[in-house]
């Protein structure tokens, strides 16, 4: 039973287009985030939510808009895509200060 | 700027021999220290953890070790096993902002028969 699933896993799509990544964990945490991996594999946080609210917004352009519906769910929706927006984006939780569990990442390909 | 940084990329080690990868720190107010192993197509996994109060910690053929003097901590596999080869990333965190992880650049290890 995954703890942390993303969906989906591949996503290819053209610019300019809106697209929308679905997180969902089954493990009870109250905080959840999204990182992106870019093309040099560096690994950065976006976002976190603890409890459904916004905790941490890094510089981000506002064309990415999390929501979390529920403490078990954070998607992430992307307006406008650019071409720098190809990337791989991982979904985590995490409860205090345990160690975050991620997803196994979101491909997104902007042609 | 990267506050994290991994220096070597890559490293290779023989099967049964000692593994030592390493982390250098520039913000004094991290103190949650973590290594996650990642293998392809996959996401990061937590593999061990150290916060800024302790200077090791030890679990199975694992250890971490933390300077915070020199703001450098490592990750000690020994003995070294096929199944290790995969990129393993350092990453630190502090509470002011909550506990999100900032990353190294990951050292990738392959371990040879």
Known sequence: DTAVSQTPKYLVTQMGNDKSIKCEQNLGHDTMYWYKQDSKKFLKIMFSYNN??????????????????????????????ELGDSAVYFCASSQGLTPQHFGDGTRLSIL | ??????????????????????????????????????????????????????????????????NK?????????????????????????????GYALNFGKGTSLLVTP
């Open chain 2, 69 to 97: 003097s020199a703001k450098h901590l490592s990750l000690h596999i020994v003995p070294s096993q096929p199944g290790d080869s995969a990129v393993y990333f350092c990453a630190a965190s502090e509470e002011n902002s």
């Open chain 1, 52 to 81: 459904k609210e916004l905790i941490i917004n890094e510089t981000v352009p506002n064309r990415f808009s999390p929501k979390s519906p529920d403490k078990a769910h954070l998607n992430l929706h992307i307006n406008s895509l």
């Open chain 2, 1 to 66: 700027d990267q506050q994290v940084k991994q220096n070597s990329p890559s490293l290779s080690v023989q099967e049964g021999r000692i593994s030592i990868l390493n982390c250098d720190y520039t913000n004094s107010m991290f103190d949650y220290f973590l290594w996650y192993k990642k293998y392809p197509a996959e996401g990061p996994t937590f593999l061990i953890s150290i916060s800024s109060i302790k200077d090791k910690n030890e679990d199975g053929r694992f250890t971490v070790f933390l």
